[in-house]
Nanobody
Framework: QLQLVESGGGLVQPGGSLRLSCAAS????????IGWFRQAPGKEREGVSS????????YYADSVKGRFTISRDNAKNTVYLQMNNLKPEDTAVYYC?????????????????WGQGTQVTVSS
């Protein structure tokens, strides 16, 4: 069973950067599509980005396109989310999630495996 642990969250000023990590255990990431989601207080969970299990193709929500970059290092069994030019509206708990194969998606119900989340706060 795939287990995911996020890290790298914290407090950053607007315009700053953070890199989130999603480390997998219990299974290799090969064959899993990995997605990043976020949820701010009082708001619905939002799909941020996902990365293919095969060809490295990626998807980004319009709200983060051009600022966030998702990548994976299968040798380290880790997926990253590089977040640049952060804005206060990026403040949320960020979760990574995995689904076995299939197409890129940020439809949360498709993902079976979830991490516990890491808090990102963007504030001056």
């Amino acid at each position: 069973q795939l287990q995911l642990v996020e890290s790298g969250g914290g407090l950053v000023q607007p315009g700053g950067s953070l890199r989130l990590s999603c480390a997998a255990s219990g299974n290799t990431l090969d064959g899993y599509v990995i997605g990043w989601f976020r949820q701010a207080p009082g708001k619905e969970r939002e799909g941020v980005s996902s990365i293919s299990s095969t060809d490295g193709s990626t998807y980004y929500a319009d709200s983060v396109k051009g600022r966030f970059t998702i990548s994976r290092d299968n040798a380290k069994n880790t997926v990253y989310l590089q977040m640049n030019n952060l804005k206060p509206e990026d403040t949320a708990v960020y979760y990574c999630a995995g689904k076995r194969g299939g197409r890129l998606s940020v439809h949360a119900p498709l993902y079976r495996y979830w991490g516990q989340g890491t808090q990102v706060t963007v504030s001056s």
